[in-house]
């Protein structure tokens, strides 16, 4: 009788455990196949639903879905499916679920608490949701939110690291170009004037954004022949596809032809 019965314990024990493993190689087949279609389509959203149905431990696929109903303009499915992810694997996606709120929401404060949070769950290291640090992101946000000092003080600290750890060059151009136009905002043109400058140095004096700031600053300093020559060259830039922007949503302080024009038009009549 106990052999019998520790016989049917391994041999449950055993079909638990292959159950198990069958189901997550099934979940991430349904998943994998569900990719293939473009993110968001309704294909795509009913392929990683059935696979998050299959196992919902699936980690990867319950946050796929998430990003679905966002992309898919479902934004009251994605927090409660995103939140699920969360609780599965709290230290990857708090700063990205950060990131979304950044983004997709314009939520700065939430996006900020949640970039706040992650430096709690990682004190050892600064994450980086979608390829930028969280210092960076935040920099983003406080200028979402108007706070200048806050947003130069993330940028600047963002761009010593990287300057630092892997040379002034690497550095990604628009934090030059946010940070010099939080500078702008403040009031304070020779910072920008400086930020603006090192976006253009490293990418080839091509840039429609930095050089609409720039002729504006050379306007309110009364220089309007420099302000006319280089909102010129911003014009010329634009119009070859040299602009800040970002797919799915209008990027943060997007530019667009007629501020160009209107900012030419502005300097030639004064």
């Known amino acids: 009788m106990e052999k019998s019965l520790k016989l049917f314990l391994s041999i449950s024990c055993f079909i638990f455990i292959f159950s198990c493993s069958s189901k997550r190689e099934k979940s991430e087949a349904t998943y994998n196949r569900a990719i293939q279609y473009p993110q968001g389509s309704m294909m795509s ?32 499915k994605w927090l409660p499916q995103y939140n699920k992810a969360v609780k599965l694997d709290s230290v990857t996606r708090i700063p990205w679920r950060g990131y979304l709120y950044l983004w997709f929401y314009r939520d700065y404060k939430k996006a900020i608490a949640d970039f706040d949070a992650s430096d709690t769950l990682t004190p050892n290291f ?26 130069n003080a993330y940028f600047e600290k963002n761009i010593a690291k990287e300057t630092e750890e892997f040379g002034e060059d690497y550095v ?37 954004d930095a050089k609409y ?3 504006q600053i050379f306007n309110a300093e009364g220089d309007n022949e420099k302000a006319l020559k280089i909102i010129n060259e911003a014009i010329d830039d634009f119009n070859q596809g040299y602009s800040n922007k970002r797919a799915y949503v209008e990027t943060m302080k997007q530019i667009y032809i007629q501020d160009l024009t209107e900012l030419k038009f502005k300097i030639e009549n004064l």
């Open 45 to 76: 959203i009913n392929g990683i639903k059935r696979a998050t149905e299959i196992d919902s431990t699936n980690e990867q696929a319950v946050y796929e879905l998430s990003v679905a109903y966002l992309k898919r303009g479902l934004p009251h």
């Open 172 to 208: 990604d151009l628009t934090a030059f170009l946010y940070n010099g136009i939080s500078y702008f905002e403040a009031g304070n043109y020779e910072k920008a004037l400086l930020n603006f400058n090192k976006q253009l140095q490293y990418s080839r004096n091509l840039s429609a």
């Open 126 to 151: 600064i994450d980086a949701p979608q390829g930028h640090s969280v210092d960076y992101w935040r920099g983003i946000a406080y200028l979402g939110l108007n706070d200048f000092k806050n947003s």
């Open 213 to 215: 700031y720039k002729a």
